[in-house]
């Protein structure tokens, strides 16, 4: 079978057999580690042609720019916006293309920039650095966060954000506090870390990434289309919370503050053999779990 | 300008000004910096609807896996193959997805596993080391190579090559030795480093990569496309020294081993400010720049 041809890294991946369940691994989540999105923190973007990507947002971690991003879905300022960069290996953005629209009232024009936590709190520490920070983790609430100059023992105020494929980042001028979640980007391909300290991260991608990092790319200078025609139309933006509450999509997260957790993450720090690996795994690469909730 | 929003990542993006030709940065490669990819060490894959993807093979590094490649590609095998495997955030595999189809004669059925690298030979060492190994760097020819488990002093052998997004990895069985090369594989997303002496790499891909990472993820087990109307045809892979000298793509790589590149991947280690950057860059994220040979 083809499929056998990466039975190395299958995981958990098969299909239980019909006739017994398997047993839990101790890297499984059980029922409690999964904990409700709330509505106000999941963000419903359609795109032309009706498919649908959820971004989890991240209130915790970036107040001000997620409060924007709230205002402005509320407003339904994103209806009528597209998707009009795609830079291969680096990120797809979206928002005004016009750049003509104006702000909705409320929204903080020049929000202080949000590149740094006020602190840095893993639930789960990784091993070992990488090159871009000293020490790495996820926190009990699912997010990936990162502290301290790589390669010393130099500590950089608290922490940050990692730009992790999938992520959102707040897209802005050159002034720190020109950023004001009106336009926004998501990483599509390899690292997009040495973002990491200069762009807000409001949230992340948990479904339909696919749709953002499969677009075309454009080879105009930054990526961005050179033609109204190549823009994917955004068809509307929604807060779950603004929605009909029957039609709301229900998320859950997993947890990070269990042992569940920290058994998959050591998993991949030292995976079984044959599977060769030298003890670490980079923040990115660990999967930060979501599903629907049942 | 929504071009400004990433002024400061511009780099030297823009436009040169019609009345003067701008400066050369310390970074910048000069004519002699580029050397020519030879015709046998160019692979030309030609997807349905004609569009091609360039893969920038690697003797010296895989030289059992690159030969078994070349005789493939020689004997026309993947003429009538298919992507047929695309997994979200992961990879994209190609080859034969019957399964049926015989191996041409010369091929080595079980070539040793081409894993490690014989010498660990950068000819730029990056500064910090990554979640994945203790030293990253990049060869005089353009590979990004690693070396050293990380967090500790412990040598792990040589080195090996580093599974970047645009590697073209061997699919295998469990067994080290069952990857032929008939199955090749590319990294579409975040890290794949956990592959990293796990799987031979045998190339890059250089011009077509959105070919592959832009295409639809299959929901299936591991990415594979279930049915074969999902998969995408291949009209044909060549080597290019097996087209007719007229037709042949010429390209060329950046050599690494001058100040010039050095003092690229010291940019991207120490960024200019307004940018803020911590001393650190991972070995996939150096560009290894490649160009149609003028």
Known sequence: MIAALFATLAAAAAAPLPQAAPAALPSDPVEADWRAIPDDEL?????????????????????????????????????????????????????????????????????????????????????????????????????????????????????????????????????????????????????????????????RVIEGAPLLSGLPRSDAPMGMYATEGERLPIISVRLASDMPAASRPKYQYRAADNVRFAAMVALRENPKPPMIGLGGVDVCDVPLATRPAP
């Not at 494929?165 to 980007?185: I, N």
């Open 43 to 203: 963000l419903v973007m359609t795109l032309a042609g009706g498919r649908r990507v959820l971004i989890r947002l991240a209130p915790g971690y970036a107040p001000e720019h997620v409060a924007n991003v709230r205002r402005l879905a509320l407003a339904r300022w994103w209806d009528a916006a597209s998707v009009y960069r795609v830079q291969e290996n680096w990120v797809a953005q979206w928002g005004d293309a016009t750049e003509k629209k104006p702000l909705p009232p409320g929204i903080a024009a020049r929000p202080a920039a949000e590149f740094d936590l006020s602190a840095f709190r893993p639930a789960i520490r990784l091993r070992v650095s990488d090159a871009y920070s000293r020490t790495s983790g996820i926190t009990a609430d699912g997010w990936a966060i990162a502290s301290g100059r790589p390669g010393t023992a130099e500590a950089t105020g608290a922490g940050w954000m990692a730009h992790c494929y999938g992520t959102v980042g707040v897209a802005r001028d050159a002034s720190p506090d020109t950023g004001t979640g009106a336009e926004l980007f998501m990483p599509i391909g390899g690292s997009a870390r040495r973002l990491d300290r200069n762009y807000t991260i409001v949230g």
